[in-house]
Structures are given as structure tokens and as C-alpha cells.
């Protein structure tokens, strides 16, 4: 009803509008007098225009309100869904966030790790305050910092979500769209039924945000107060470390045969200390998991590789198991991998605890003694056993935090025996069978570190006397990882290059021919530089002395509107060239040997990966070029410039170079040719070598080398003998005389064709009569070679065993003849003839 009324209200108006139009233009077409028409609109306006005009304005109110309901209602609407989704959300995020508990736990266990940083610094206090408690409980405190830090970062972020989670709520309940309800009282009871039912739904989930983000903000404080104490201790604990280097050569402790000035149990304090250092090691694992587990797989890759090697020469001949000289490295492929990889990529740990690196040195010198085990003397053997034990024993003093009357006496005792141990070695007779002479100079080092350190500690200088002590024990014992770490690795390198027999005897632009068995100098230098870094850690002066350099590393430089620094340029080329050696150790090592099966009979084709090389190495070069960027800091949106520059240069004259690189991609892909196939092209037959990025290397039958771009190996006619199966068909004719029993002969040669075990008997192979020859009834044998690089010596012996096989029967194998009959006649009979022609 209600409709209808609203239709019937609008529709008079426009009819009386109308009717009224009509009648002034009828008006109008009669021509009435001029002061008729006046008079009519006067009257028509009095009395009909202005009803019209209220009648239009009420209703053009009544639209204007009803469109207004419907927009209010289609934003109430939004609201309630919206406020709706928001509280659900919110009840997701409370569900699904930070484990309270968890951070409980770790605000607990950060507090009792801070009581163990205090202990023997600020509680417990020591005289004299020791280098080594400083500089654990300093690293200590740093991680603790740390992971406080990311803690609170946490849960800030939680924090901040669930709070956006509360203001939009807010917001919402805000809008003066849920004040406003319609005059309807149907339509506003239904609203008054939604707000209702979504009060109830909301209501408990926004007491429960409210709670939740209290309880949160409580546990925000907590966490700012442990972080603000830990960043307090690491403060003070840097400036003890400053004023215990400024007086390290002052006398800290009393002479060891006067009264200690502070006496705590020894048992005490080495529960402390282990506590200590323990707490600290876990740390660091537990933040440099990720660069443990690379350490690890770049360790079994090594033996991986090294295993691969050793296999190679035990293929072709070449291990020596008597005493391995120059092939130490594959003999305990593993050990060895552990010596190399520890002792090169302990550097990618960036100021870790001391007991870290002692653990990486022990495993790396057990792993190196056992390699040497029967390939040195058993003097020396028995160095390397002495040298562990003393450095064991360097590392359970390590260990001890805080000076006491016992350590000093069992520092005292221990460089005593270290000074002599390492004089008696420099005296003694045994230098003649040194495998490594340098090691005489790392020795008198340790000489002479445990010699000072030994009458430092008498004279009261224990944090001099200590480093001395652990410098000069870790020093040997980092100097024999480094020495047989350079040896082992010329010797990788160098059996490398010649197993693999590479046409420019390089690997890493090294000539193993012309240099020997020495060891390039840049090798000892990069050694050198090693070692320093790693004794140096031992001094807090060290440190003092990196910082600036650190610091200088870490300033952001500025070119325009582009900021770098110099560690992120540096970061950028080593893993840049690490991704290209990487390439290249992966190319080398899947190579296939120079040796051909056409030269070597006796040579078996054997399963490769080499054709997959490819992919790999474009996958390593690439992953290394964004992740060079990444490390760098280098937007990656930068790549756009390049790759606009490489469209240019496409464009202006690299369509070659792009065609054979795409061609690359193609062979990789498709692979109509692998490393290792046979195959024939423009006239010449050889063995693939590799597949590179541009150009492929292919080894011809005479031993040289052709290298042939991509794009010409896809554009030519190449036969691949190997993608068949690596089979080849073979056809030997042969002739017997005439009168030769045929099926004696024939049966003969089949005979020779089933009894060889290098010609198939699937497709099996025939012997035909194929003409009557000149001298000869010929024969014909065709069958298939197992093997295409035996096909030209099946052939051979084929030919052979036919040939004796026919002698043995008395079958004739005529050779090619012409018989020549001569005939005579009279010497009247050519005078006749003359005569006749004459008469004619």
C-alpha cells in the first residue's frame, strides 16, 4: 500500500505540470489578445505553481532522505562486517601468538645469565681482574644483549599488531554511522537486533584484546629493564677491559711465593668459569646455526670431491699406497676435508667465544694427526701427539676465569715443560726429517711465548703471562693446521690437474707443471695473515686495533644519491668470486679424462653428470650474483640498469655471444649431445670434453682440442654416435675362389661372427653372397658393434680371424688378376693383306 501511495504522491505533480504547459501552449496557438496572457499566467502562477513547487520540494526531501537511509544503512552494514572480521582477527592473532610462557622462561634464564656475566667481575670480585673473564663475560653479555634485543622486537611487533587491531575497533565504534538509526520501526528494530548480536560477539574478544595487551605491555617493561641492565654491564665491562690493557704490564697479583691478596676455592671458581664459557658457546651456536650447517656441508662436499679424485687416479693408475708422497690429501678424504675446510672457513665466524675456535682446532689437528700417521716419522709423529696434549691442556686453563694461587702454579708448570719440550726440538737431530721446515719457526715462537710467559707469572703480571701462554700453544697449533692445509691443498690442486689433464694445465690460474711441489708464496702470505688474525684474538689490544678499521669498513660512503659502504663492496666481490671458483671446481671436477677410447682399447665409456654441468654452474653464478647484491646492500632494483646496459649491448653487437649462450641453454635442456658422446661433425670425429657457457670443447681423435662455439654446434650436421646406445654397424667384404665350397665358407664365417662377445646378437648380424666377381665369389658380413670406439679394432680382428680361419680350411682368398693370351700368326699373311689393299 505504502508503494503505491509514494508512486500516486510523485506522478500529480507531474501531470498538473502538464495539464498547465498544455494550456499555455493552446493559448498561444489561438492568438488571444496580448493582455489576456498575463492576466492567465497570473492566475495560473497564484494559484497552481506554487502547490506544484511544495508538492516537488517535499518530494525531492523525501528522496534526498531515502537515499540517505540507504547509504547510512550500506555503512552500518560495513561497519558490523567490518568490526566483526577485525575482532576475529585480533582472536586469531592472540591464539596463534607469542608463547607468554616462553618469554617467561627467557626473561628467567636471561636474569640468571646475567647473575653469571657478574660473577667474578661485580660479584666475587677477583684481584686481579682477568683478561679472559672480561672477554668471555663480555661476549657473553653481547649475545645476551642480542637476543634480548630481537626478543623485544618480537613481541613490539606483536604488540603493534594487535594494537592496530584495538584501533580499528576504536575507529569503527567512532563513526557516527552506527549512531544513526533509521525512522522505520521495522528497519530499526532489525538494526537494533544486529547491533545486539554483534555487541555479543565483539564484546568478550575486546576485553579479551584489552587483557591481552596489558598483560603484553607488562611483559614489554620487563624486558626493557633486563635489556637496559645488560647494556649496562657491557658498558662497564668494555671499560675494564680498557684500563685492564693500559695496565697489563704493571704487576697485578702478588709474587707466587708471597700471600694471594684474594683467596676464593678453586673448585668454585671452576664451576663459574665453565658455567660461564659453557653458556657463552651455547649462544653462539645457537645464533650462527645457519653458518655451522654450511661449515659441515662444505666439508662433506670436499671429501665428496677428494673422493672423486682418488677414485680417478685409482682408475687410471696412478695411486701410490706405499707412502702416499704427494697424494697425503686423498688418503682420508674426510680427515682431510675436515683440516681444509676448518682451517680456511673458521674465518666466517665473526668474534666468536675462544672455546668455539678451540673446538673447530681440535677436531681439525686430531683429524691432520691421523692423516700424518705412518707417512712421517715416528718422532714427529709423536710431536704432533705431545703438541695436542699441551694444547689441551692450554685449553682447560682457557677455561679457569679467575686468577688463583693453583692455576698460576699450573701455568708455571705447563710453560716450563712447553719451553723445554720446544728447545729440545730445535737442538735435536730430528730436523733433517721434518716434512715441514717451517714449523722450527712457529716452535721457537711457542719457545719463546712460554719462556716469557713463565717469568711473567712469577713476577706478578698474570694477564701478560696468560695470553703469552695461550698464544703461544694456539699459535703452533694454528701454524700446523695453516702449513699442511697449504700442502694438502697444492696437492688437491695440483693431482687435479693432472688427472684431469686440463689443455692449459691451470686451475685457478696456477701451473702445477712449472711450479712442482712447491707452494706458490701468495699462499704463505694469505697463511700469514691468517695466523696473525687468529693469535692476535687472544689480546684485547687486538681488538682495540680492529675496531677503527671495522669502523672505517662500516661508514656509509656516499656517490650522489647512491650510498654504499666499503664492507658491502668488499662482501660483494668475495662472494661474486666465490660463486666463480665454485663454478670452476664443479666444471673440473666433472670433467671428463683426455684419455680417448680410440687410443686406449682397453678403455670403458662410463655413466657421467658432466652435461648437467652447465645448468649447475649457471645456477651457482646466478643465486651468487643476487645473493652478492643482497649481502651487499645493493638494491635490487639496480639489476634494471644493468640489464638495460646488456639490452644495449645485445642490441649494438652481442647477438652473437647472446645466440651461442642461448644455444648453450638449448644443448643443456634438449640434450642432443652430452659430455662423453661421440660424435662427428664437419668432417671430424672426437669425444665432447665440456659444454661451457659460450662454447663447447671437443677432443679429436689425434688429441687436440676444437673449440667450437654454441650456436655452430646446434646450426651444423652433427652425428652423435653415442645417443644410439654408442653402437656402430660394421661391413667386411670378402671373395673366395671359384670352385670354393660356399656353405663351408659361409659357415665358417658366421662361426668367427658368433664366437666374438663384442658383436651383437641383437640385431644379429648376416653373411651374404653379394656377386660374381672378376676372380672371385664375394662375400659380405654385416653385424653391430657393442662399442664405437672398438669399431675400428673389431673390424681389424675380424679381418684377421677371417684370413686365418679360410688358411686353416684351405680356402683360397684370390688377389685381383687379368689373364693376357698372346697369340701368333704367319708373316705372309700381313704381306697378303698389304698386297690386296694395293690391288684395290
Not at 708471597?258 to 660461564?276: Q, Y
Not at 695461550?470 to 690437474?497: C, D, H, K, P, Q
Not at 684377421?800 to 693370351?821: C, K, Y
Request: glycine share 6%.
Amino acid at each position: 500500500m505504502r508503494p503505491h501511495n509514494h508512486y500516486h504522491n510523485c506522478l500529480l505533480p507531474v501531470l498538473l505540470l502538464y495539464f498547465a504547459l498544455s494550456q499555455l501552449t493552446l493559448n498561444a496557438q489561438n492568438r488571444r489578445d496580448s493582455t489576456q496572457l498575463p492576466v492567465f499566467a497570473r492566475s495560473f502562477s497564484d494559484s497552481t505553481f506554487d502547490r506544484m513547487q511544495s508538492l516537488i520540494s517535499r518530494e525531492h526531501q523525501k528522496s534526498i532522505d531515502k537515499y540517505r537511509e540507504g547509504r547510512i544503512a550500506l555503512r552500518q552494514r560495513q561497519i558490523i562486517q567490518a568490526s566483526v572480521k577485525t575482532a576475529q582477527d585480533a582472536k586469531a592473532a592472540m591464539h596463534s601468538g607469542i608463547d607468554t610462557a616462553a618469554i617467561t622462561r627467557e626473561l628467567h634464564r636471561g636474569r640468571e645469565n646475567l647473575e653469571v656475566i657478574k660473577d667474578g667481575i661485580f660479584i666475587h670480585e677477583g684481584i686481579p681482574q682477568t683478561s679472559r673473564n672480561l672477554a668471555v663475560s663480555n661476549s657473553l653479555a653481547i649475545e645476551l644483549y642480542n637476543r634480548i634485543s630481537s626478543l623485544h622486537a618480537k613481541v613490539d611487533a606483536y604488540l603493534a599488531r594487535l594494537d592496530g587491531y584495538r584501533d580499528k575497533l576504536d575507529s569503527l565504534g567512532t563513526d557516527s554511522a552506527v549512531y544513526s538509526f533509521p525512522r522505520d520501526s521495522l528497519k530499526m528494530l532489525s538494526y537494533f537486533h544486529q547491533l545486539l548480536s554483534t555487541s555479543k560477539t565483539i564484546s568478550p574478544l575486546d576485553t579479551a584484546l584489552n587483557q591481552h595487551i596489558q598483560h603484553l605491555e607488562t611483559y614489554t617493561a620487563k624486558i626493557e629493564i633486563l635489556q637496559n641492565d645488560v647494556r649496562l654491564i657491557v658498558d662497564d665491562l668494555e671499560k675494564l677491559q680498557k684500563e685492564n690493557t693500559r695496565n697489563l704490564f704493571n704487576k697485578e697479583a702478588p709474587d707466587l711465593w708471597n700471600k694471594p691478596l684474594h683467596k676464593r676455592p678453586f673448585k668454585e671458581i671452576a664451576w663459574f668459569s665453565l658455567a660461564k664459557t659453557t653458556t657463552a658457546l651455547k649462544y653462539y651456536i645457537e645464533e650462527n646455526a645457519g653458518k655451522i650447517a654450511i661449515l659441515i656441508c662444505l666439508v662433506l662436499l670436499d671429501a665428496l670431491m677428494l673422493y672423486i679424485l682418488k677414485k680417478r687416479m685409482r682408475e687410471e693408475g696412478q695411486l701410490t699406497t706405499d707412502d702416499y708422497k704427494g697424494q697425503l690429501v686423498i688418503r682420508y678424504p674426510l680427515l682431510s676435508a675436515i683440516v681444509l675446510i676448518f682451517s680456511i672457513f673458521q674465518f666466517i665466524f665473526i668474534n666468536p667465544p675462544i672455546l668455539f675456535d678451540c673446538c673447530l682446532w681440535l677436531v681439525a689437528m686430531i683429524s691432520l694427526t691421523l692423516i700424518l700417521r705412518g707417512y712421517i716419522s715416528a718422532f714427529w709423529l709423536r710431536f704432533c701427539w705431545i703438541i695436542l696434549t699441551f694444547y689441551l691442556l692450554a685449553v682447560t686453563a682457557d677455561i679457569i676465569l679467575q686468577a688463583s694461587r693453583t692455576e698460576r702454579w699450573y701455568l708455571l708448570i705447563i710453560s716450563l715443560a712447553g719451553a723445554i719440550y720446544g728447545i729440545s726440538l730445535l737442538s735435536g737431530k730430528h730436523a733433517a726429517a721434518l716434512k715441514e721446515v717451517r714449523t722450527k719457526y712457529f716452535v721457537l715462537f711457542m719457545v719463546f711465548c712460554e719462556t716469557v710467559a713463565f717469568f711473567f707469572n712469577i713476577a706478578g703480571r698474570y694477564n701478560l703471562s696468560k695470553a703469552l701462554f695461550m698464544a703461544g700453544f694456539f699459535g703452533l697449533v694454528i701454524a700446523l693446521l695453516f702449513l699442511w692445509t697449504i700442502r694438502l691443498s697444492n696437492e688437491a690442486l695440483a693431482l687435479s690437474s693432472r688427472v684431469y689433464r686440463l689443455s692449459s694445465k691451470k686451475l685457478f690460474y696456477i701451473n702445477f707443471e712449472k711450479i712442482g711441489d712447491r707452494v706458490p708464496s701468495f699462499f704463505y702470505f694469505l697463511m700469514v695473515i691468517g695466523w696473525l688474525v687468529q693469535v692476535g684474538r687472544n689480546f684485547y689490544a687486538f681488538r682495540q686495533l680492529t675496531d677503527p678499521v671495522n669502523q672505517f669498513l662500516d661508514d656509509p660512503v656516499t656517490v650522489g644519491s647512491y650510498s654504499f659502504t666499503i664492507k658491502g663492496i668488499l662482501i660483494f666481490i668475495v662472494i661474486l668470486l666465490g660463486a666463480m671458483i665454485l663454478s670452476r671446481v664443479i666444471s673440473f671436477f666433472t670433467d671428463e679424462p683426455e684419455a680417448l677410447a680410440a687410443t686406449d682399447p682397453n678403455a670403458k665409456p662410463r655413466a657421467t653428470i658432466g652435461s648437467w654441468m652447465l645448468l649447475v654452474r649457471i645456477v651457482v653464478i646466478s643465486g651468487g650474483l643476487f645473493l652478492a647484491f643482497a649481502a651487499a646492500g645493493i638494491p635490487l632494483d639496480r639489476l634494471t640498469i644493468i640489464f638495460g646496459a646488456l639490452s644495449v649491448g645485445i642490441g649494438l653487437g652481442l647477438q652473437g655471444l647472446v645466440n651461442n649462450l642461448v644455444s648453450g641453454l638449448i644443448i643443456a635442456f634438449e640434450k642432443p649431445v652430452n659430455v662423453g658422446d661421440l660424435i662427428e661433425i664437419k668432417g671430424m670425429t672426437g669425444t665432447m670434453k665440456s659444454i661451457g657457457f659460450r662454447s663447447s670443447i671437443i677432443t679429436l681423435k689425434d688429441g687436440s682440442s676444437l673449440v667450437i662455439p654454441n650456436g655452430d654446434l646446434l646450426g651444423q650436421h652433427m652425428v652423435n654416435w653415442s645417443m644410439n646406445r654408442n653402437l656402430r654397424r660394421l661391413e667386411v667384404t670378402v671373395g673366395v675362389a671359384y670352385g670354393t665350397d660356399l656353405d663351408n665358407a659361409k659357415a665358417i664365417l658366421q662361426g668367427i661372427l658368433e664366437a666374438d662377445t663384442r658383436i651383437l646378437k641383437n640385431p644379429s648380424y648376416r653373411v651374404l653372397n653379394t656377386a660374381f666377381n672378376t676372380s672371385s665369389v664375394d662375400f659380405v658380413l654385416l653385424f653391430w658393434a657393442n662399442d664405437f670406439a672398438l669399431s675400428f679394432q673389431i673390424k681389424s680382428d675380424v679381418i684377421n680371424q677371417v684370413h686365418r680361419a679360410f688358411h686353416e680350411a684351405g680356402i683360397v682368398i684370390p688377389f685381383p688378376q687379368t689373364d693376357l693370351h698372346l697369340r701368333t700368326y704367319p708373316k705372309d699373311l700381313f704381306t697378303q693383306n698389304h698386297s690386296d689393299e694395293k690391288a684395290d
